[in-house]
């Protein structure tokens, strides 16, 4: 046929094929996806607070036909699992740039696989894990050298603070000319230990050289060390720094826990490859032990003044082959009565909302300045320094209307924590809760509230040695929580006066007027009352106003029982912002 004929039938054949070859191309594409094969987490020991060895593997899938090529690989270890990085000597950017990291750098080792020469799975070899100085944002980094194609690779290591404080190690920018396939990293739970039998001589490099790096080409068991060692004028290799643990397990028995693993591709941007695997439960909880220290002292001595508090929580950690304590996971404070929230701490403070504090997220928070009343310090041997922030006043919720929003950010740690400040609705009587704290090997939790006359506190109005009783509570579920009680003193009155006596002075001072002075004239009165520090309290109000002085309701209407309600458990800030009672009321 000709003419127009010809060209219907051309198109419809021609879409038919273009329809199957889309179809084929998208199956293709499926079937040519990287895939997580392999994929566990183990450790020498299951001990709660051991410091065994810690193994992880991975395998690729790398059929033949597959296009796509692994980039960046993350790797979340359990919760509670941490690790020491400042055991061991940090290999310099410099040293490590140059292949020449020192012996008391290593922690452990990697053995490489990748799709190389025509081998899907190629043996590339066995290399050092290096500890190395890490980034601003980071806490700790490890780097190794890939055997055979003499490639640096980093491994950064941050903190998930937005949900359970567990360590992330991720890998990324490898090189797509020579797939990854697969990899098993080991670290040494006491990387410094010397010795032929329970010790690390045997697997310990010399320090390298630039073009000829410590590492086994071809190799996959840990003692071609000496190989290279004695190939390179070496011979066993010891650590010269203390042999301390580098890794700790959780303290929580009897829960289980997940490792994951999350890969994406070269080809597909965004998109993770994911995994999951379970890890070996925690045994012998009660081994472990849990001995924490709580201590307080008001910023002031005098008797019903405001005043700032310090808070210190120690947990000793210990650096030896015995189990580590166990980390502290809350702690509940009964301050003594007398000691009260002081009526002046929110006069002139902002509060900061959850949403301005990012919780849930790993955004760093940004709460106002005007809300800020202190500050908190953690300190940790494992931290590259001290993790220091700011507590804030915490937006009032319903039942709880103090609220201390803590937050310290550094060394890729964005913790968020919640206090709470519950005073007794009878006799003012506080009680300060810090719960769910991070599973981490925090030795000190260091709190200061500011001391001004906004203080968060007001002191007791006599003096006297005051008991503060503690409740600190474990993550090892099967360890009892720890009681404690120490003291804190009232030596003076306020301002330097001697301590108050019985009774106690009462001279309030009372100001009130009119802002019109014409007579028979409409004006808003004011009226001003005042009790200084170290009078007694005020109980009951009553004033009588001068004859004539009369108030006009005309105009306003009633606000109703239903909105005086609402009201009573409406939030300060909520109320001000959206008052229950209509406008026409006030």
């Known amino acids: 046929r000709t003419g127009s004929g010809v060209v219907a039938m051309r198109k419809g054949l021609l879409i038919p094929l273009l329809s199957i070859l889309a179809m084929g191309a998208f199956a293709a594409s499926a079937q040519a996806q990287l895939t997580i094969e392999q994929f566990e987490t183990t450790t020498s020991s299951s001990e709660a607070g051991a410091h065994p060895d810690l193994h992880t593997h991975f395998k690729l899938g790398n059929s033949e036909g597959t296009s796509e090529v692994a980039k960046n690989v993350g790797f979340d270890a359990p919760r509670g699992l941490f690790g020491n990085p400042k055991v061991l000597t940090q290999c310099t950017a410099l040293d490590f740039a140059q292949q020449q990291c020192p012996p008391n750098a290593q922690a452990g080792y990697v053995v490489i696989h990748s799709n190389y020469e025509g081998d899907p799975n190629h043996l590339m070899g066995l290399a050092p894990i290096f500890t190395l100085e890490p980034g601003p944002e980071e806490s700790a ?290 009680t300060a809760t810090f719960e769910d704290l991070p599973q981490l090997p925090l030795e000190k939790f260091e709190m200061h509230l500011f001391a001004s006359d906004r203080g968060i506190f007001a002191t007791p109005t006599q003096c006297a040695v005051y008991a503060v009783q503690t409740d600190l509570y474990p993550w090892n579920p099967t360890i009892a929580d720890q009681k404690g009680q120490f003291g804190v003193s009232v030596t003076g009155g306020p301002n330097g006066t001697p301590c108050p006596g019985l009774p106690r002075p009462f001279n309030p001072k009372l100001n009130a007027g009119t802002s019109n002075s014409n007579a028979g004239s409409f004006s808003s009165f004011t009226l001003n009352l005042t009790r200084e520090d170290g009078d007694q309290y005020l109980k009951d109000l009553g004033f009588t106003m001068p004859p004539g002085l009369l108030g006009s309701l005309r105009g306003l209407t009633y606000c109703p029982e239903a909105s005086i309600a609402a009201a009573a458990n409406n939030s300060g800030t909520n109320e001000q912002n959206n008052p229950s009672c209509p406008s026409s009321s006030q």
Request: proline fraction near 9%; hydrophobic fraction near 35%; include cysteine.
């Open 141 to 430: 980094r490890f780097g190794f050298i890939v055997p055979t194609l003499n490639i640096p690779i980093a491994i950064p290591v941050t903190v998930r603070s937005a949900s359970d404080y567990g360590l992330r190690f991720t890998v990324s920018g490898i090189t797509q000319s020579v797939p990854l396939s697969e990899a098993d990293l080991t670290f040494w739970g006491f990387p410094a230990e010397n010795g032929f039998s329970g010790g690390h001589t045997l697997e310990r490099f010399m320090k390298g050289k630039p073009g000829n790096p410590a590492l086994c080409v071809g190799e996959s068991e840990p003692s071609c060390a000496l190989g290279y060692n004695f190939s390179n004028g070496g011979s066993f290799t010891e650590a010269s720094v203390p042999s301390r643990p580098f890794i700790s397990l959780p303290s929580v028995c009897g829960q289980s826990m997940a490792t994951s693993l999350d890969v994406e591709t070269y080809q597909r941007p965004g998109a993770l490859v994911h995994a999951d695997a379970s890890y070996p439960d925690t045994t012998n909880c009660d081994r472990q032990v849990f001995q924490p220290v709580a201590q307080a002292q008001l910023t002031t001595g005098e008797a019903d003044a405001p005043s700032g508090f310090n808070l210190e929580f120690t947990v000793p950690q210990a650096q030896t082959h015995a189990a580590s304590p166990s980390s502290l996971r809350a702690s509940v404070l009964t301050l003594p009565e007398g000691l009260t929230i002081n009526p002046d701490a929110a006069d002139g403070q902002r509060a900061c909302t959850d949403s301005e504090a990012e919780f849930g997220t790993e955004a760093p928070a940004h709460c106002p300045n005007g809300a800020k009343v202190g500050t908190v310090t953690l300190k940790s041997e494992s931290l590259p320094g001290d993790l220091t922030g700011s507590i804030y006043l915490g937006e009032p919720v319903p039942g709880n209307q103090y609220r201390l929003f803590i937050v310290a950010e550094g060394f890729g740690i964005k913790a968020k924590l919640i206090g709470k400040l519950l005073p007794d609705p009878s006799t003012g009587q506080v």
